[in-house]
């Protein structure tokens, strides 16, 4: 994009609507609608909108919340009478941009399931859930690549390791179609797009 296509004042006003974001983060749990939530998140970056997505998670399916020392994922929930730790993972995808990035998938620690969110910009939310084995089946079957610089042994095993996934939602991929057809849950996404939080923080 060349730069006579960009309006200047635009841009000012996006980085100033950014800025506020950044400063009043916690005011959006307390009083926004989840479509100005969403929209909001979208001007900062994946490390701080990650972590006021999982909250607003938690607070919308009731989830309690995990230790990050306990190395279960980031909350716990029942399912089928049973308590279970789960990691949750969101990733933003535009019209434009369809490209799904699933970071700081940490193999080793010992969650039970895997939740994933996808969040399109028009407020539809779809919603995966992997169990821990699942999950690493899909880290070798979609050859998923290192992230944060993981290094290994001598020996070559890697310890700690974060990995990534990366598809595109589209049902061209052949990633995204696996997903749709395995691992998608039908029901619940508007438990989380008709939160709307009592109080503020």
Excluded at 42 to 62: K, T
């Amino acid at each position: 994009m060349t730069t006579d296509l960009l309006d200047i004042d635009i841009l000012k006003k996006t980085l100033e609507v950014r800025n506020l974001v950044k400063k009043d983060i916690k005011k959006y749990h307390g009083i926004a609608d989840w479509e100005t939530f969403q929209l909001a998140m979208r001007l900062l970056n994946p490390q701080s909108y990650g972590a006021q997505f999982e909250r607003r998670i938690r607070d919308a399916y009731g989830w309690d919340k995990n230790l990050a020392k306990d190395r279960t994922g980031d909350a716990s929930y029942n399912l089928n009478d049973s308590k279970v730790d789960s990691e949750i993972k969101v990733t933003l995808i535009t019209e434009d941009d369809k490209n799904v990035n699933i970071l700081q998938i940490r193999d080793s620690h010992n969650m039970h399931y895997y939740d994933i969110f996808i969040i399109h910009i028009d407020n539809k939310v779809e919603r995966f859930r992997l169990s821990k084995e699942q999950m690493s089946d899909e880290l070798s079957k979609t050859g998923a690549s290192l992230s944060h610089g993981t290094k290994g042994n001598d020996d070559g095993r890697y310890e700690n390791a974060e990995y990534r996934i990366d598809f595109k939602a589209t049902d061209k991929d052949s990633i995204y179609a696996r997903w749709k057809d395995k691992y998608l849950l039908i029901g619940g996404e508007d438990t989380l797009v008709n939160y709307v939080p009592r109080s503020k923080v």
